[in-house]
């Protein structure tokens, strides 16, 4: 199973967010959360997202794949859409 995850990076000075990263990688949550956690306690590394995104890319070349959209509105406007979607299928299976 693929699971989607949005990170997203603000430098010092900049109103809002300056970068974001999508992740497709097959880590559920809590491992993922967890691989993220320990990386941010590290004091040197922690902050920096391009670097763990790098760490991700060497640690699971097999299942991480990073991937870019021209408007992050557009990617959030897709997720929403498709849980729509999904609960008007589930919706449209209980009534038949």
Same mark, same amino acid.
């Given at each position: 199973? $693929?699971?989607?995850? %949005?990170?997203?990076? #603000?430098?010092?000075?900049?109103?809002? #967010? $300056?970068?974001?990263?999508? #992740?497709?990688?097959?880590?559920?949550?809590?491992? &993922?959360?967890? #691989?993220?956690?320990?990386?941010?306690?590290?004091?040197?590394?922690?902050?920096?997202?391009?670097?763990?995104?790098?760490?991700?890319?060497?640690?699971?070349?097999? $299942?991480?794949?990073?991937?870019? &959209?021209?408007?992050?509105?557009? &990617?959030?406007?897709?997720?929403? %859409?498709?849980?729509?979607?999904? %609960?008007?299928?589930?919706?449209?299976?209980?009534?038949?």
């Amino acid at each position: 199973m $693929s699971y989607l995850y %949005n990170l997203y990076s #603000i430098d010092e000075g900049h109103f809002g #967010i $300056s970068h974001s990263y999508h #992740i497709q990688c097959d880590l559920p949550l809590h491992k &993922f959360r967890s #691989i993220v956690m320990e990386y941010r306690r590290n004091d040197e590394l922690g902050d920096d997202i391009e670097g763990f995104v790098k760490y991700m890319q060497e640690t699971f070349p097999n $299942s991480f794949k990073l991937f870019h &959209f021209d408007d992050t509105v557009q &990617f959030d406007a897709d997720q929403e %859409n498709s849980m729509i979607l999904a %609960n008007l299928l589930n919706e449209v299976d209980r009534t038949v």
